[in-house]
Protein backbone atom coordinates (compact mmCIF):
# COMPACT_ATOMS: atom_id res chain seq x y z
CA UNK A 1 0.00 0.00 0.00
CA UNK A 2 3.26 2.43 0.56
CA UNK A 3 4.30 1.64 -2.47
CA UNK A 4 1.69 2.40 -4.42
CA UNK A 5 0.73 5.92 -2.63
CA UNK A 6 4.85 6.43 -3.45
CA UNK A 7 3.69 5.57 -6.94
CA UNK A 8 0.74 8.28 -7.27
CA UNK A 9 2.66 10.38 -5.23
CA UNK A 10 5.26 10.34 -8.30
CA UNK A 11 3.16 10.11 -10.96
CA UNK A 12 1.19 13.44 -9.95
CA UNK A 13 4.41 15.32 -9.50
CA UNK A 14 5.19 14.03 -13.13
CA UNK A 15 1.94 15.62 -14.65
CA UNK A 16 2.24 18.86 -12.28
CA UNK A 17 4.22 20.37 -15.34
CA UNK A 18 1.91 19.31 -17.87
CA UNK A 19 -1.03 21.04 -15.65
CA UNK A 20 0.97 24.02 -14.66
CA UNK A 21 1.26 25.09 -18.82
CA UNK A 22 -2.02 23.96 -19.88
CA UNK A 23 -3.24 26.46 -16.92
CA UNK A 24 -0.74 29.19 -18.13
CA UNK A 25 -1.36 29.41 -21.62
CA UNK A 26 -4.83 28.67 -21.85
CA UNK A 27 -5.25 31.83 -19.23
CA UNK A 28 -2.74 33.66 -21.14
CA UNK A 29 -4.60 33.49 -24.47
CA UNK A 30 -8.62 34.04 -23.19
CA UNK A 31 -6.95 37.00 -21.36
CA UNK A 32 -6.10 38.61 -24.61
CA UNK A 33 -9.19 37.44 -26.09
CA UNK A 34 -11.24 38.61 -23.76
CA UNK A 35 -8.99 42.10 -23.66
CA UNK A 36 -9.88 42.76 -27.34
CA UNK A 37 -13.57 41.83 -26.83
CA UNK A 38 -14.34 44.24 -23.93
CA UNK A 39 -12.10 46.84 -25.89
CA UNK A 40 -14.32 46.53 -28.80
CA UNK A 41 -17.57 46.67 -26.54
CA UNK A 42 -16.01 49.53 -25.12
CA UNK A 43 -14.65 51.42 -28.14
CA UNK A 44 -18.34 50.67 -30.27
CA UNK A 45 -21.93 50.83 -30.00
CA UNK A 46 -23.55 47.72 -29.93
CA UNK A 47 -26.91 46.19 -30.41
CA UNK A 48 -28.80 44.81 -27.78
CA UNK A 49 -28.41 40.73 -29.59
CA UNK A 50 -24.93 41.88 -29.74
CA UNK A 51 -24.51 42.93 -26.08
CA UNK A 52 -26.24 39.52 -25.30
CA UNK A 53 -23.76 37.30 -27.74
CA UNK A 54 -20.62 39.50 -25.99
CA UNK A 55 -22.14 38.74 -22.53
CA UNK A 56 -22.43 34.99 -23.24
CA UNK A 57 -18.70 34.98 -24.35
CA UNK A 58 -18.17 36.88 -20.70
CA UNK A 59 -19.41 34.55 -18.85
CA UNK A 60 -17.99 31.69 -21.03
CA UNK A 61 -14.61 33.56 -20.59
CA UNK A 62 -15.00 33.47 -16.90
CA UNK A 63 -15.93 29.28 -16.63
CA UNK A 64 -12.86 29.02 -18.26
CA UNK A 65 -10.93 31.08 -16.28
CA UNK A 66 -12.22 29.24 -12.68
CA UNK A 67 -11.50 25.88 -14.01
CA UNK A 68 -7.85 26.60 -15.53
CA UNK A 69 -7.66 27.94 -11.73
CA UNK A 70 -9.14 24.66 -10.66
CA UNK A 71 -5.41 22.77 -12.55
CA UNK A 72 -3.43 25.95 -10.87
CA UNK A 73 -4.35 24.79 -7.51
CA UNK A 74 -4.43 21.28 -7.73
CA UNK A 75 -0.80 21.61 -9.38
CA UNK A 76 0.29 23.71 -5.83
CA UNK A 77 -1.57 21.22 -3.98
CA UNK A 78 1.19 18.63 -5.02
CA UNK A 79 3.98 20.79 -5.16
CA UNK A 80 3.12 22.52 -2.11
CA UNK A 81 5.19 25.42 -3.19
CA UNK A 82 3.12 27.87 -1.80
CA UNK A 83 1.14 28.60 -4.69
CA UNK A 84 -2.18 27.42 -3.43
CA UNK A 85 -2.91 30.14 -1.12
CA UNK A 86 -2.92 32.40 -3.45
CA UNK A 87 -5.09 30.06 -6.43
CA UNK A 88 -7.35 29.67 -3.69
CA UNK A 89 -8.52 33.51 -3.65
CA UNK A 90 -8.75 33.64 -6.98
CA UNK A 91 -11.14 30.96 -7.13
CA UNK A 92 -12.60 32.03 -4.45
CA UNK A 93 -13.32 35.40 -6.54
CA UNK A 94 -14.02 33.82 -9.46
CA UNK A 95 -16.85 31.12 -7.82
CA UNK A 96 -18.67 34.47 -6.74
CA UNK A 97 -18.48 36.12 -9.89
CA UNK A 98 -19.96 33.19 -11.58
CA UNK A 99 -22.52 33.15 -9.03
CA UNK A 100 -23.32 36.75 -9.68
CA UNK A 101 -23.08 36.91 -13.40
CA UNK A 102 -25.78 33.66 -13.86
CA UNK A 103 -28.03 34.80 -11.01
CA UNK A 104 -27.49 31.81 -9.56
CA UNK A 105 -30.01 30.72 -6.40
CA UNK A 106 -28.36 29.09 -3.02
CA UNK A 107 -30.61 27.93 -0.23
CA UNK A 108 -33.53 29.78 -1.42
CA UNK A 109 -31.46 32.90 -1.75
CA UNK A 110 -30.35 34.70 -4.93
CA UNK A 111 -26.65 36.00 -5.38
CA UNK A 112 -27.34 38.62 -8.29
CA UNK A 113 -26.30 41.85 -7.18
CA UNK A 114 -28.40 44.01 -9.07
CA UNK A 115 -26.67 47.14 -8.46
CA UNK A 116 -23.66 45.76 -10.14
CA UNK A 117 -24.97 46.13 -13.69
CA UNK A 118 -24.12 42.61 -13.84
CA UNK A 119 -22.59 43.39 -17.49
CA UNK A 120 -20.31 46.06 -16.25
CA UNK A 121 -19.40 43.98 -13.56
CA UNK A 122 -18.38 41.55 -15.44
CA UNK A 123 -16.37 43.50 -17.45
CA UNK A 124 -14.45 44.29 -14.67
CA UNK A 125 -13.69 41.00 -13.31
CA UNK A 126 -11.96 39.84 -16.58
CA UNK A 127 -9.55 42.92 -16.61
CA UNK A 128 -8.95 42.66 -13.91
CA UNK A 129 -8.14 38.54 -14.38
CA UNK A 130 -7.05 39.32 -17.54
CA UNK A 131 -3.98 42.28 -16.33
CA UNK A 132 -3.43 39.58 -13.41
CA UNK A 133 -2.66 36.88 -16.08
CA UNK A 134 -0.80 38.73 -18.62
CA UNK A 135 1.24 40.22 -15.54
CA UNK A 136 2.39 37.21 -15.01
CA UNK A 137 3.12 36.00 -18.03
CA UNK A 138 5.17 39.59 -18.16
CA UNK A 139 7.62 38.27 -15.00
CA UNK A 140 7.96 34.93 -16.71
CA UNK A 141 9.37 36.95 -19.77
CA UNK A 142 11.64 39.35 -16.75
CA UNK A 143 13.10 35.43 -15.82
CA UNK A 144 14.99 35.09 -19.16
CA UNK A 145 17.76 37.34 -20.36
CA UNK A 146 16.48 40.08 -21.79
CA UNK A 147 18.15 43.35 -21.68
CA UNK A 148 16.07 45.95 -18.77
CA UNK A 149 16.79 48.77 -21.09
CA UNK A 150 14.96 46.97 -24.02
CA UNK A 151 11.87 45.96 -21.39
CA UNK A 152 11.38 49.26 -20.29
CA UNK A 153 11.39 50.90 -24.12
CA UNK A 154 9.45 47.96 -24.93
CA UNK A 155 6.75 48.27 -22.31
CA UNK A 156 6.15 51.98 -23.56
CA UNK A 157 5.85 51.05 -27.07
CA UNK A 158 3.14 49.00 -25.96
CA UNK A 159 1.21 50.79 -23.82
CA UNK A 160 1.41 53.64 -26.61
CA UNK A 161 0.21 51.26 -29.23
CA UNK A 162 -2.72 50.07 -27.07
CA UNK A 163 -3.57 53.33 -26.51
CA UNK A 164 -3.22 54.86 -30.57
CA UNK A 165 -5.95 51.95 -30.97
CA UNK A 166 -8.28 52.76 -28.00
CA UNK A 167 -8.37 56.73 -29.20
CA UNK A 168 -9.40 55.74 -32.57
CA UNK A 169 -12.26 53.83 -31.61
CA UNK A 170 -15.77 55.74 -32.82
CA UNK A 171 -16.47 56.26 -29.02
CA UNK A 172 -13.73 57.54 -27.97
CA UNK A 173 -14.23 60.96 -30.19
CA UNK A 174 -16.96 63.05 -30.80
CA UNK A 175 -16.19 63.37 -35.03
CA UNK A 176 -13.71 61.01 -34.95
CA UNK A 177 -9.73 61.43 -34.86
CA UNK A 178 -6.49 61.18 -37.67
CA UNK A 179 -4.43 58.06 -36.72
CA UNK A 180 -0.83 60.81 -36.46
CA UNK A 181 -2.81 62.82 -33.86
CA UNK A 182 -4.42 59.86 -31.90
CA UNK A 183 -0.67 58.55 -31.83
CA UNK A 184 0.53 62.29 -31.14
CA UNK A 185 -2.49 62.19 -28.09
CA UNK A 186 -1.55 58.51 -26.93
CA UNK A 187 2.27 58.93 -26.65
CA UNK A 188 2.14 62.53 -24.74
CA UNK A 189 -0.26 61.36 -22.34
CA UNK A 190 2.20 57.73 -21.62
CA UNK A 191 5.04 59.54 -21.80
CA UNK A 192 3.54 62.01 -19.18
CA UNK A 193 4.24 65.34 -21.72
CA UNK A 194 0.77 67.41 -22.21
CA UNK A 195 1.24 68.29 -25.77
CA UNK A 196 -1.97 68.15 -27.50
CA UNK A 197 -2.11 68.44 -31.67
CA UNK A 198 -6.48 68.84 -31.28
CA UNK A 199 -8.75 70.42 -28.85
CA UNK A 200 -8.58 68.11 -25.91
CA UNK A 201 -11.97 68.76 -24.41
CA UNK A 202 -13.95 69.16 -27.89
CA UNK A 203 -12.08 66.33 -29.35
CA UNK A 204 -12.49 63.68 -26.88
CA UNK A 205 -15.62 62.21 -25.17
CA UNK A 206 -15.73 60.79 -21.23
CA UNK A 207 -14.48 57.66 -22.30
CA UNK A 208 -11.47 59.13 -24.39
CA UNK A 209 -11.03 61.32 -22.00
CA UNK A 210 -10.44 58.35 -19.25
CA UNK A 211 -8.52 56.36 -21.64
CA UNK A 212 -6.12 59.38 -21.70
CA UNK A 213 -6.03 59.40 -17.85
CA UNK A 214 -5.17 55.85 -17.46
CA UNK A 215 -2.47 56.64 -20.17
CA UNK A 216 -1.33 59.13 -18.21
CA UNK A 217 -1.19 57.16 -14.99
CA UNK A 218 0.31 54.18 -16.50
CA UNK A 219 2.99 56.53 -18.08
CA UNK A 220 3.12 57.94 -14.82
CA UNK A 221 3.82 54.94 -12.59
CA UNK A 222 5.33 52.49 -15.45
CA UNK A 223 4.00 49.47 -17.04
CA UNK A 224 6.40 47.48 -14.85
CA UNK A 225 5.14 48.79 -11.86
CA UNK A 226 1.78 47.94 -12.59
CA UNK A 227 2.02 44.82 -13.80
CA UNK A 228 4.31 43.84 -10.85
CA UNK A 229 2.02 44.52 -8.63
CA UNK A 230 -0.44 42.47 -9.89
CA UNK A 231 2.18 40.02 -10.44
CA UNK A 232 3.72 40.00 -6.72
CA UNK A 233 -0.02 39.30 -4.89
CA UNK A 234 -1.81 37.13 -7.24
CA UNK A 235 1.10 34.97 -9.57
CA UNK A 236 3.94 32.78 -8.62
CA UNK A 237 6.80 33.38 -7.28
CA UNK A 238 9.89 35.77 -9.12
CA UNK A 239 12.84 34.37 -9.99
CA UNK A 240 15.77 35.94 -8.65
CA UNK A 241 16.69 37.26 -11.65
CA UNK A 242 13.64 39.03 -12.62
CA UNK A 243 13.40 40.20 -9.29
CA UNK A 244 16.97 42.50 -10.01
CA UNK A 245 15.54 43.14 -13.32
CA UNK A 246 12.41 45.03 -12.04
CA UNK A 247 14.38 46.55 -9.33
CA UNK A 248 16.59 48.05 -11.72
CA UNK A 249 13.70 49.49 -13.89
CA UNK A 250 11.55 50.44 -11.13
CA UNK A 251 14.19 51.97 -8.24
CA UNK A 252 18.04 51.21 -9.28
CA UNK A 253 17.82 49.71 -5.76
CA UNK A 254 18.63 46.27 -5.68
CA UNK A 255 18.67 45.49 -1.74
CA UNK A 256 14.75 46.67 -1.08
CA UNK A 257 12.12 43.95 -1.19
CA UNK A 258 10.34 43.63 -4.28
CA UNK A 259 7.07 43.75 -2.33
CA UNK A 260 7.52 46.31 -0.04
CA UNK A 261 9.17 48.70 -2.76
CA UNK A 262 5.73 48.26 -4.84
CA UNK A 263 3.75 48.47 -2.21
CA UNK A 264 4.96 51.84 -1.26
CA UNK A 265 4.84 53.26 -4.94
CA UNK A 266 1.63 52.04 -5.05
CA UNK A 267 0.43 52.92 -1.97
CA UNK A 268 2.25 56.92 -2.14
CA UNK A 269 0.86 57.03 -5.13
CA UNK A 270 -2.55 56.45 -4.24
CA UNK A 271 -2.54 59.00 -1.21
CA UNK A 272 -1.09 61.57 -2.82
CA UNK A 273 -3.23 61.54 -5.51
CA UNK A 274 -6.06 61.22 -3.67
CA UNK A 275 -4.95 64.08 -1.07
CA UNK A 276 -4.71 66.44 -4.35
CA UNK A 277 -8.30 65.85 -5.78
CA UNK A 278 -9.97 66.43 -2.19
CA UNK A 279 -8.13 69.13 -2.03
CA UNK A 280 -8.56 70.74 -5.48
CA UNK A 281 -12.61 69.81 -5.24
CA UNK A 282 -12.44 71.49 -1.84
CA UNK A 283 -11.10 75.11 -3.76
CA UNK A 284 -12.64 74.72 -6.94
CA UNK A 285 -16.18 73.48 -6.47
CA UNK A 286 -17.49 76.98 -5.50
CA UNK A 287 -16.52 78.28 -8.66
CA UNK A 288 -17.15 76.10 -11.19
CA UNK A 289 -20.53 75.67 -12.97
CA UNK A 290 -20.49 71.98 -13.11
CA UNK A 291 -22.91 68.92 -12.44
CA UNK A 292 -21.26 66.94 -9.13
CA UNK A 293 -19.71 64.22 -10.68
CA UNK A 294 -17.87 67.01 -13.09
CA UNK A 295 -16.67 68.82 -9.92
CA UNK A 296 -15.02 65.35 -8.54
CA UNK A 297 -14.14 64.26 -12.30
CA UNK A 298 -11.88 67.63 -12.80
CA UNK A 299 -10.69 67.15 -9.39
CA UNK A 300 -9.21 63.91 -9.85
CA UNK A 301 -8.10 63.80 -12.99
CA UNK A 302 -6.14 67.08 -12.48
CA UNK A 303 -4.70 65.35 -9.14
CA UNK A 304 -3.42 62.46 -11.25
CA UNK A 305 -2.16 64.54 -14.09
CA UNK A 306 -0.12 67.15 -11.45
CA UNK A 307 1.49 64.34 -9.59
CA UNK A 308 2.26 62.05 -13.02
CA UNK A 309 3.37 65.68 -14.75
CA UNK A 310 1.69 65.35 -17.93
CA UNK A 311 0.15 68.74 -17.86
CA UNK A 312 -3.20 67.38 -19.59
CA UNK A 313 -6.21 69.55 -18.56
CA UNK A 314 -10.53 69.08 -18.99
CA UNK A 315 -10.76 72.60 -19.41
CA UNK A 316 -10.14 74.63 -23.05
CA UNK A 317 -7.46 76.68 -22.31
CA UNK A 318 -5.95 74.48 -19.98
CA UNK A 319 -5.37 76.29 -16.17
CA UNK A 320 -5.18 79.62 -17.77
CA UNK A 321 -9.22 79.62 -17.86
CA UNK A 322 -11.01 82.41 -16.62
CA UNK A 323 -13.05 80.34 -14.63
CA UNK A 324 -9.28 79.42 -12.21
CA UNK A 325 -6.53 81.99 -12.67
CA UNK A 326 -8.06 83.74 -8.95
CA UNK A 327 -8.22 80.77 -7.38
CA UNK A 328 -4.84 80.74 -6.03
CA UNK A 329 -4.79 78.03 -3.78
CA UNK A 330 -5.61 75.49 -6.98
CA UNK A 331 -1.63 76.67 -8.34
CA UNK A 332 -0.16 75.74 -5.09
CA UNK A 333 -2.14 72.31 -4.38
CA UNK A 334 -0.44 71.45 -8.45
CA UNK A 335 2.66 72.68 -8.07
CA UNK A 336 3.47 70.85 -4.82
CA UNK A 337 1.48 67.57 -6.94
CA UNK A 338 4.09 68.42 -9.62
CA UNK A 339 7.13 68.99 -7.09
CA UNK A 340 6.70 65.50 -5.10
CA UNK A 341 6.03 63.58 -8.85
CA UNK A 342 9.14 65.20 -10.59
CA UNK A 343 11.80 64.04 -7.49
CA UNK A 344 11.18 60.68 -7.86
CA UNK A 345 9.74 57.91 -5.73
CA UNK A 346 13.15 57.02 -4.54
CA UNK A 347 14.10 60.42 -3.13
CA UNK A 348 10.31 60.84 -1.67
CA UNK A 349 10.70 57.21 0.50
CA UNK A 350 13.89 58.96 1.69
CA UNK A 351 12.11 61.93 2.83
CA UNK A 352 9.39 59.73 4.56
CA UNK A 353 12.02 57.53 6.37
CA UNK A 354 13.60 60.36 7.81
CA UNK A 355 10.95 62.03 8.42
CA UNK A 356 9.69 59.35 10.44
CA UNK A 357 12.90 59.12 12.19
CA UNK A 358 12.20 62.81 13.50
CA UNK A 359 9.25 61.30 14.94
CA UNK A 360 10.96 58.89 16.49
CA UNK A 361 13.40 60.98 17.99
CA UNK A 362 10.78 63.68 19.00
CA UNK A 363 9.11 60.41 21.37
CA UNK A 364 11.94 58.88 22.95
CA UNK A 365 13.19 62.30 23.88
CA UNK A 366 9.75 63.28 25.58
CA UNK A 367 8.91 59.74 26.72
CA UNK A 368 12.75 58.48 27.71
CA UNK A 369 14.31 61.97 27.78
CA UNK A 370 16.76 60.36 24.84
CA UNK A 371 18.16 61.53 22.00
CA UNK A 372 18.45 59.30 19.03
CA UNK A 373 20.64 59.53 16.70
CA UNK A 374 20.63 58.48 12.53
CA UNK A 375 23.71 58.03 11.12
CA UNK A 376 23.72 58.59 6.92
CA UNK A 377 20.21 59.90 6.92
CA UNK A 378 20.45 61.14 3.40
CA UNK A 379 21.73 59.73 0.47
CA UNK A 380 23.71 61.37 -2.15
CA UNK A 381 20.90 61.48 -4.69
CA UNK A 382 18.62 63.28 -2.42
CA UNK A 383 20.91 66.05 -1.11
CA UNK A 384 21.18 66.71 -5.11
CA UNK A 385 18.29 66.76 -5.98
CA UNK A 386 16.43 68.72 -3.52
CA UNK A 387 19.25 71.16 -3.52
CA UNK A 388 19.04 71.69 -7.46
CA UNK A 389 15.49 71.32 -7.22
CA UNK A 390 15.09 73.97 -4.67
CA UNK A 391 17.91 76.23 -6.21
CA UNK A 392 16.18 75.72 -9.78
CA UNK A 393 12.33 76.81 -8.08
CA UNK A 394 13.73 79.87 -6.09
CA UNK A 395 15.65 81.10 -9.11
CA UNK A 396 12.87 80.97 -11.58
CA UNK A 397 10.48 82.81 -8.97
CA UNK A 398 12.80 85.23 -8.60
CA UNK A 399 13.18 85.04 -12.32
CA UNK A 400 9.79 85.65 -13.35
CA UNK A 401 8.96 88.62 -10.30
CA UNK A 402 11.92 90.70 -11.97
CA UNK A 403 11.26 90.35 -15.77
CA UNK A 404 7.50 89.67 -16.09
CA UNK A 405 6.30 91.99 -12.99
CA UNK A 406 5.10 94.24 -15.45
CA UNK A 407 4.71 91.91 -18.15
CA UNK A 408 2.65 88.47 -18.24
CA UNK A 409 2.16 88.77 -14.72
CA UNK A 410 0.59 92.16 -14.88
CA UNK A 411 -2.79 90.71 -15.11
CA UNK A 412 -2.48 88.83 -11.45
CA UNK A 413 -2.74 91.01 -8.26
CA UNK A 414 0.14 91.65 -5.97
CA UNK A 415 -0.07 87.87 -4.08
CA UNK A 416 -1.48 86.18 -7.21
CA UNK A 417 1.42 87.50 -8.91
CA UNK A 418 3.53 85.46 -6.45
CA UNK A 419 1.75 82.46 -6.62
CA UNK A 420 2.09 82.45 -10.17
CA UNK A 421 5.40 83.41 -10.42
CA UNK A 422 6.36 80.64 -7.93
CA UNK A 423 3.56 77.77 -10.30
CA UNK A 424 4.99 78.94 -13.60
CA UNK A 425 8.50 78.24 -12.24
CA UNK A 426 7.56 75.05 -11.46
CA UNK A 427 5.70 73.90 -14.49
CA UNK A 428 8.36 74.41 -16.92
CA UNK A 429 10.61 71.86 -15.48
CA UNK A 430 8.49 68.93 -16.35
CA UNK A 431 4.45 69.62 -16.09
CA UNK A 432 3.58 71.34 -18.43
CA UNK A 433 0.42 73.20 -17.15
CA UNK A 434 0.31 76.59 -18.42
CA UNK A 435 -1.79 79.76 -16.27
CA UNK A 436 -0.54 81.97 -19.01
CA UNK A 437 0.23 82.79 -22.40
CA UNK A 438 3.67 81.09 -23.08
CA UNK A 439 4.03 83.33 -26.16
CA UNK A 440 3.64 86.47 -24.35
CA UNK A 441 6.28 85.82 -22.27
CA UNK A 442 9.39 88.00 -22.82
CA UNK A 443 13.00 86.95 -24.80
CA UNK A 444 14.64 86.76 -21.45
CA UNK A 445 12.20 84.95 -19.88
CA UNK A 446 11.96 81.78 -22.77
CA UNK A 447 15.56 81.51 -22.55
CA UNK A 448 14.87 80.65 -19.25
CA UNK A 449 11.74 78.26 -19.48
CA UNK A 450 13.41 76.60 -22.27
CA UNK A 451 16.33 76.08 -19.90
CA UNK A 452 14.23 74.87 -17.21
CA UNK A 453 12.60 72.45 -19.30
CA UNK A 454 15.69 70.76 -20.59
CA UNK A 455 16.91 70.29 -16.77
CA UNK A 456 13.69 68.45 -15.97
CA UNK A 457 13.14 66.48 -13.06
CA UNK A 458 14.72 63.88 -10.88
CA UNK A 459 15.49 60.23 -11.94
CA UNK A 460 13.09 57.35 -11.14
CA UNK A 461 10.54 60.04 -11.46
CA UNK A 462 7.37 61.43 -13.95
CA UNK A 463 9.54 63.65 -15.14
CA UNK A 464 11.47 64.49 -18.24
CA UNK A 465 14.50 65.97 -19.55
CA UNK A 466 18.42 65.63 -18.52
CA UNK A 467 17.80 65.74 -15.14
CA UNK A 468 18.83 67.72 -12.08
CA UNK A 469 21.88 65.41 -11.19
CA UNK A 470 22.71 65.48 -14.67
CA UNK A 471 22.84 69.09 -15.06
CA UNK A 472 24.37 69.49 -10.47
CA UNK A 473 26.94 66.59 -11.81
CA UNK A 474 28.06 69.11 -15.40
CA UNK A 475 28.11 72.01 -13.48
CA UNK A 476 30.31 70.76 -10.57
CA UNK A 477 32.52 69.08 -13.30
CA UNK A 478 33.30 72.07 -14.27
CA UNK A 479 34.10 73.72 -11.51
CA UNK A 480 36.12 71.61 -9.92
CA UNK A 481 37.82 71.89 -13.56
CA UNK A 482 38.05 75.15 -13.12
CA UNK A 483 39.71 75.07 -9.66
CA UNK A 484 42.12 72.15 -11.39
CA UNK A 485 40.70 69.44 -9.80
CA UNK A 486 40.80 66.37 -11.78
CA UNK A 487 37.81 64.65 -9.49
CA UNK A 488 34.45 65.76 -8.96
CA UNK A 489 33.35 65.71 -5.07
CA UNK A 490 29.67 66.37 -3.79
CA UNK A 491 28.84 67.16 0.25
CA UNK A 492 32.26 65.09 1.55
CA UNK A 493 31.78 62.30 -1.52
CA UNK A 494 33.57 61.31 -4.34
CA UNK A 495 31.30 61.34 -7.44
CA UNK A 496 32.34 58.23 -9.52
CA UNK A 497 33.94 58.75 -13.01
CA UNK A 498 31.64 56.71 -14.24
CA UNK A 499 28.50 58.83 -13.50
CA UNK A 500 30.22 61.70 -14.83
CA UNK A 501 30.54 60.04 -18.06
CA UNK A 502 27.01 59.11 -18.39
CA UNK A 503 26.02 62.65 -17.37
CA UNK A 504 27.71 63.59 -20.08
CA UNK A 505 26.87 61.13 -22.68
CA UNK A 506 23.22 62.15 -21.65
CA UNK A 507 23.65 66.06 -22.31
CA UNK A 508 25.78 65.22 -25.33
CA UNK A 509 22.78 62.77 -27.08
CA UNK A 510 20.21 65.11 -25.75
CA UNK A 511 21.64 67.90 -27.81
CA UNK A 512 22.25 65.83 -30.90
CA UNK A 513 18.56 64.95 -30.64
CA UNK A 514 17.49 68.66 -30.40
CA UNK A 515 19.38 69.40 -33.17
CA UNK A 516 18.66 66.54 -35.29
CA UNK A 517 15.18 67.49 -34.99
CA UNK A 518 15.14 71.13 -34.97
CA UNK A 519 16.66 70.87 -38.76
CA UNK A 520 13.64 68.58 -39.46
CA UNK A 521 11.08 70.51 -37.96
CA UNK A 522 11.77 73.92 -39.66
CA UNK A 523 12.16 71.89 -43.14
CA UNK A 524 8.97 70.16 -42.96
CA UNK A 525 6.96 73.15 -41.06
CA UNK A 526 8.23 75.94 -43.13
CA UNK A 527 5.55 78.43 -42.04
CA UNK A 528 6.11 78.31 -38.45
CA UNK A 529 9.16 80.21 -36.98
CA UNK A 530 12.35 78.26 -36.08
CA UNK A 531 12.07 79.83 -32.16
CA UNK A 532 8.24 78.74 -31.43
CA UNK A 533 9.75 75.14 -33.33
CA UNK A 534 12.90 74.94 -31.23
CA UNK A 535 10.48 75.31 -28.09
CA UNK A 536 8.48 72.92 -29.48
CA UNK A 537 11.22 70.36 -29.85
CA UNK A 538 12.72 70.91 -26.03
CA UNK A 539 9.36 70.97 -24.76
CA UNK A 540 8.48 67.49 -26.10
CA UNK A 541 12.10 65.91 -25.15
CA UNK A 542 11.85 67.59 -21.77
CA UNK A 543 8.52 65.61 -21.42
CA UNK A 544 6.87 69.29 -20.37
CA UNK A 545 3.90 70.39 -22.39
CA UNK A 546 4.32 73.62 -22.75
CA UNK A 547 3.94 75.49 -25.91
CA UNK A 548 3.81 78.70 -27.99
CA UNK A 549 0.50 77.69 -29.37
CA UNK A 550 1.38 75.59 -33.02
CA UNK A 551 0.97 71.91 -31.65
CA UNK A 552 -1.94 72.10 -33.89
CA UNK A 553 -0.75 74.12 -36.77
CA UNK A 554 2.18 71.11 -37.21
CA UNK A 555 1.69 68.76 -40.32
CA UNK A 556 1.55 65.29 -39.84
CA UNK A 557 5.21 64.91 -40.51
CA UNK A 558 5.92 67.74 -37.95
CA UNK A 559 3.78 65.66 -34.92
CA UNK A 560 5.66 62.27 -35.81
CA UNK A 561 8.94 64.05 -34.97
CA UNK A 562 7.16 65.63 -31.78
CA UNK A 563 6.05 62.42 -31.22
CA UNK A 564 9.08 60.76 -31.30
CA UNK A 565 11.13 63.06 -28.85
CA UNK A 566 8.59 62.83 -26.46
CA UNK A 567 8.80 59.43 -26.37
CA UNK A 568 12.89 59.41 -26.25
CA UNK A 569 12.55 61.81 -23.72
CA UNK A 570 10.46 59.36 -21.60
CA UNK A 571 12.62 56.63 -21.81
CA UNK A 572 15.76 58.45 -21.99
CA UNK A 573 17.73 58.62 -25.12
CA UNK A 574 20.66 57.02 -24.31
CA UNK A 575 18.48 54.13 -22.57
CA UNK A 576 16.57 54.24 -26.00
CA UNK A 577 20.01 53.91 -27.92
CA UNK A 578 21.83 51.14 -25.42
CA UNK A 579 18.03 49.04 -25.47
CA UNK A 580 18.73 48.56 -29.16
CA UNK A 581 22.67 48.68 -29.43
CA UNK A 582 24.69 45.37 -28.12
CA UNK A 583 26.62 45.45 -25.23
CA UNK A 584 30.17 45.78 -25.62
CA UNK A 585 32.42 43.12 -23.88
CA UNK A 586 34.99 44.75 -21.20
CA UNK A 587 38.12 43.93 -21.91
CA UNK A 588 40.56 42.45 -19.69
CA UNK A 589 43.84 44.67 -20.89
CA UNK A 590 43.83 48.81 -20.46
CA UNK A 591 45.40 50.51 -23.15
CA UNK A 592 48.03 53.11 -22.68
CA UNK A 593 47.02 56.55 -21.44
CA UNK A 594 47.09 59.81 -23.10
CA UNK A 595 45.98 63.27 -22.93
CA UNK A 596 44.27 65.26 -25.43
CA UNK A 597 44.39 69.48 -26.08
CA UNK A 598 40.93 70.75 -25.50
CA UNK A 599 41.85 74.23 -25.12
Known sequence: MRYLFYKIGELLKKIRAPLLATASWGAFFISIASIIFVVYSIGFEQEEIIKTHLYDLYKLALIFF??????????????????????????????????IAFDITIFGQSVNL???YNYRFVIAVLLYVSIMEISGALVKILSKSVHPNLIFVVSFLSIITIGTALLMFPNSTYNGIAFTDALFTATSATCVTGLVSVPFSETFTMSGQLIVLFLIQTGGLGVITITTFFAVFF????????????????????SSKLRSLVTRIITVTFIMELSGAVLIYIYTSPHLQMEEWEKIYFSVFHSISAFCNAGFSTMPQNLADPTLVNIGPLYLIISV????????????SNILRITGNRLLQAYTYIRYGKFTRFVREWDMNSIIVLRTTAIMIVTGMTYLLLFEWNGILSQFSGEDKIIQAFFNSVTPRTAGFNSIDTSALKAATLYMVLIFMWIGGAPQSTAGGIKVTTFALMIRNA????????????????????????????????????IAAQIILVKTNPDIEPLKLFFEAVSAIGTVGLSMGVTEELLPAGKIVITVLMFAGRVGVVTLLSAFIRSQTQNRYRYPGADILIN
Open 337 to 348: LIIFGGIGFPIF
Open 66 to 99: FFLNILRVTAGLISEDGFAKKGWFTLFFLAVSIF
Open 479 to 514: AQLVRGSDRVEFHGREISALSVTRAFATVVFSLLTI
Open 114 to 116: TFF
Open 235 to 254: TQGFTVNSEYVIKDIISGNR
